[in-house]
């Protein structure tokens, strides 16, 4: 048997990566439906030279949530969310950034 080589090797873990990261992830049944059923945005309002960060939360699911919701701008400390079903809430995380373009990131649970 012939010692591997070091492009075979590079190749057989580059197909080892893909593989992993083609496939399919299982969160479980409740996780996955907790997941899908509500999303996160933020937005900066122009407030004379700086900006006002807002994120929401938009609730698909058919209970009420409570969210926690920060930005990559502000990710201390987070802004706690209540969002009833078929509801979008939001809340200001930082009112004075120069930053225009945060980030959303949030976990919520059922309430």
């Not at 700086?50 to 609730?59: A, D, F, G, K, S």
């Not at 802004?79 to 373009?101: A, C, F, R």
Request: charged fraction near 15%; charge should be negative.
């Amino acid at each position: 048997m012939k010692p591997f080589t070091g492009v075979t090797l590079c190749v057989a873990l580059a197909v080892l990566l893909l593989g992993l990261a083609a496939a399919p992830t299982s969160l479980g049944p409740s996780g996955a439906a907790a997941r899908s059923c509500y999303s996160f945005w933020a937005e900066a309002d122009k407030m004379g030279s700086h900006y006002r960060h807002i994120v929401y939360v938009e609730n698909d699911c058919d209970y009420w949530l409570q969210c926690s919701v920060w930005t990559d701008v502000d990710p201390q400390p987070p802004k706690m969310l209540t969002v009833g079903p078929g509801m979008t809430e939001h809340g200001e995380t930082n009112g004075s950034s120069q930053y225009d373009d945060p980030r959303a990131f949030g976990a919520c649970h059922r309430k």
